[in-house]
């Protein structure tokens, strides 16, 4: 299943949206999105391992365990404020609940992204991913 009509579908669930999936779809590519119609999920991966705090729940992320749970305000700090806001706007719910809302669906999206462990394995392994993060963060 595509992963951004699965946030989709999820999102819309969670937060009892009447917009229709296409709209949730677009507000979520532009929120997490590489610019070709993807979830950069290796980009957000790479984030949280940069952010302080957040690469434990990464790797539960990643992991086949149980998905650690985040709070909204690390997706605030993840992602945004204004991002975050802009993408509520666009799904007519408020940021509070769109950042509640994506603290649940991204480590079900992440979790499916990696199971197997493709998505960890695609940026070699945490210590990839931390590199990519440093590089990222140092332009």
Same mark, same amino acid.
């Given at each position: 299943?595509?992963?951004?009509?699965?946030?989709?579908?999820?999102?819309?669930?969670? &937060?009892?949206? =009447?917009?229709?999936?296409?709209?949730?779809?677009?507000?979520?590519? %532009? &929120?997490?999105?590489?610019?070709?119609? =993807?979830?950069? &999920?290796?980009?957000?991966?790479?984030?949280?391992?940069?952010?302080?705090?957040?690469?434990?729940?990464?790797?539960?992320?990643?992991?086949?365990?149980? =998905?650690?749970?985040?709070?909204? %305000?690390s997706i605030f700090d993840l992602l945004g404020k204004s991002k975050v806001a802009d993408f509520a706007s666009s799904v007519g719910t408020e940021p509070e609940t769109a950042a509640e809302g994506l603290s649940d669906v991204l480590p079900q999206l992440m979790d499916k992204a990696s199971s197997g462990g493709s998505l960890l394995d695609a940026a070699g392994g945490i210590g990839g991913l931390m590199s990519a993060a440093t590089s990222f963060f140092n332009k």
């Open positions: 299943m595509d992963l951004i009509k699965m946030g989709a579908e999820l999102l819309s669930e969670k &937060l009892g949206l =009447n917009v229709d999936l296409d709209s949730i779809s677009g507000a979520l590519s %532009q &929120l997490l999105g590489d610019g070709k119609g =993807n979830l950069d &999920l290796a980009g957000l991966a790479g984030r949280m391992a940069e952010s302080g705090g957040l690469e434990s729940v990464l790797g539960t992320w990643l992991g086949d365990g149980a =998905n650690a749970p985040v709070s909204a %305000q």
